[in-house]
């Protein structure tokens, strides 16, 4: 594995004169959108070369003509016609489906990519990404969740480094700048949703708006959705195994409502390193771009005088049962995480369209990591049929409507 805070391990990281050249897997998402407006406040380091969408064909053609990149792809090949038409006056390739959003990420013209697709679909383009020798800014926390082992194999043998952009990772990386002492303790930070203080009779009343309504962070539905249900902190801490090398029991999970400290380590002797800040994305993603250097900003600045309190809690995971099905599965290792994120995708939908109540999701869960086939050293082939087989486990677990 590649140890991050070493910065003389990957000197090819440092900026050169010419401008970075950014793909953008998911340039219409939360992660994208905002990558984009720290493109659009350093014109001159970065250019948006290549941009990416699943569905939203009409914000992705007006992200291009905004970015002018050498090429868009779109996911869903049914938009496909009306993405070109939408962009026939402009020199700017537009492609479509999964295979093509592989074949962009290996152009010899893009420095780096920024894997900001959400779920499953983010992890055969980030696998081919690194196969062609890009450096990869991580928002696509699911590629580790599901193949932590195998994308670190792969990091090692094409000698390319991942920088963390999940505002927690991001916070490790920072504290391990310069280190050279082994890692003690991760403390991965959670701001607890907006059911942290709900009784479980509460939470079986829960619905998608409610849960929609995040205290703290802007993001998609589909991390939203998770991060209430803290499944999204427990893919967070299976994410930090494989980026950190360090062993489940020394991550440790602590509800910090505020979300000031974004994570922190805990070192042999005692100490702490954490890092700080207000809730937004826009800095860790340009710290990914920018790597070893940090760039001036017009973001907003951390208020010391309006801070209060800072508090900390115990995660409370009987009410929040997913939590503790992600330890679980990464203790169990193979393809069990793969088994509870395919599983998680298909409750998270259910759930968005009504289909699932909120307690429903961890038992849907659970039940479909007891049923699908396990695999302890799984290739990436293995992966695939995993994640099929345990999507429609979870399908079929659903109640009838």
Not at 184 to 205: H, M
Request: aromatic share 8%; charged share 20%; hydrophobic share 45%.
């Amino acid at each position: 594995m590649l140890r991050f805070h070493r910065n003389e391990q990957i000197p090819y990281m440092r900026q050169e004169q010419r401008k970075k050249q950014i793909a953008i897997l998911g340039s219409t998402g939360s992660i994208g959108t905002q990558a984009l407006q720290v493109i659009a406040e350093h014109p001159d380091r970065f250019e948006a070369r290549i941009l990416t969408a699943n569905n939203r064909w009409e914000l992705l053609a007006q992200q291009a003509r905004q970015f002018k990149p050498a090429a868009v792809v779109i996911a869903n090949e049914d938009h496909y016609p009306t993405l070109r038409q939408a962009l026939s006056d402009l020199p700017i390739a537009v492609y479509a489906g999964a295979d093509a959003l592989c074949q962009v990420v290996e152009s010899a013209e893009v420095d780096m990519v920024l894997t900001a697709m959400v779920g499953f679909a983010g992890l055969p383009p980030t696998i081919a990404a690194i196969r062609a020798g890009k450096p990869i800014a991580l928002a696509n926390k699911e590629t580790m969740v599901v193949a932590g082992e195998l994308i670190n194999g792969l990091c090692r043998e094409h000698g390319v480094p991942i920088l963390p952009v999940d505002s927690e990772h991001s916070a490790i990386f920072q504290s391990l700048m310069g280190e050279v002492s082994p890692i003690d303790k991760i403390i991965l930070t959670a701001s607890g949703g907006p059911f942290r203080t709900f009784t479980r009779e509460q939470l079986a009343d829960v619905t998608p708006a409610m849960a929609l309504r995040h205290p703290n962070w802007d993001m998609g539905a589909k991390i939203t959705i998770d991060s209430a249900s803290m499944m999204n902190k427990g893919f967070e801490v299976i994410e930090a195994k494989w980026l950190f090398n360090v062993e489940p029991e020394r991550i440790q999970v602590v509800v910090h409502p505020q979300s000031v400290v974004h994570s922190a380590v805990q070192f042999a002797d005692g100490a702490v390193k954490a890092q700080l800040g207000v809730p937004d994305m826009r800095v860790p993603i340009q710290l990914a771009f920018s790597f070893p250097e940090r760039l001036q900003s017009s973001f907003e600045r951390l208020d010391w005088f309006s801070m209060h309190d800072l508090t900390f809690e115990r995660p409370d995971t009987e009410r929040f049962r997913c939590l503790a099905l992600a330890y679980e599965a990464l203790h169990q290792g193979g393809n069990a995480p793969c088994i509870v994120n395919a599983a998680n995708e298909i409750v998270n939908r259910a759930f968005l369209e009504e289909r699932c109540a909120f307690l429903e999701m961890p038992a849907i869960i659970e039940r479909t990591l007891q049923q699908t086939s396990f695999i302890k050293q799984p290739t990436y082939e293995d992966y695939l049929a995993t994640d099929a087989e345990a999507r429609r486990i979870a399908a079929s677990l659903l109640s009838p409507q």
